[in-house]
């Protein structure tokens, strides 16, 4: 009884919380959460959630390979363009518990990596990714590297709703109502 009274509790002060924040305000706090989840898993846990993340993308025969001394290829899955196309493509992953960001010095090491093994490349993080980064990653002449920082990363989560609940949220519309109001 007491966890009913806790749980309806925490509801009206998230829908109270909510009222005040407005529902931008509270959709961005509940993505942040998400994040903090994320950040919070173990390593390999964060891995094997990329890896669910990237099959429910599309990606088949996803494997984490969870070797060390890999040369940082955590894993690795094949997308299939079309019936006449698929690509091998390598993924890291890189669990930051802050904003810390990926260098340009990591996403040359991952591209060393992937010689001969891949034509393709995803680093996934809970960071972000410095500017020399971003530029390694799609330099001229080298393997393009696909980077997903946090933020992308939870807008992943959310389009196929990979361990989360959906809510709507209605809003009223008050130029609606207005030809309803006496004068």
Do not use: W
């Amino acid at each position: 009884i007491h966890q009913k009274a806790r749980k309806e509790k925490s509801e009206s002060e998230l829908l109270q919380e909510q009222e005040e924040k407005g529902p931008e305000e509270f959709e961005k706090e509940k993505s942040l959460n998400l994040l903090e989840v994320l950040q919070n898993l173990t390593p390999s846990g964060f891995e094997r959630a990329s890896r669910e993340l990237l099959r429910e993308h599309g990606f088949e025969n996803v494997v984490v390979t969870g070797r060390s001394h890999d040369g940082g290829i955590d894993g690795y899955g094949i997308l299939e363009l079309n019936p006449f196309v698929s690509f091998k493509v390598l993924f890291q992953c890189k669990r930051y518990k802050d904003k810390r960001a990926v260098t340009r010095a990591q996403v040359g090491d991952f591209r060393n990596a992937m010689i001969g093994r891949a034509e393709k490349g995803i680093i996934i993080t809970t960071g972000t990714f410095t500017n020399e980064a971003m530029k390694e990653a799609n330099r001229d002449g080298a393997p393009q590297i696909e980077l997903v920082d946090g933020s992308k990363l939870v807008d992943m989560f959310e389009k196929v709703e990979l361990g989360l609940q959906p809510k709507v949220v209605y809003e009223v519309d008050m130029n609606y109502f207005k030809k309803f109001m006496d004068e």
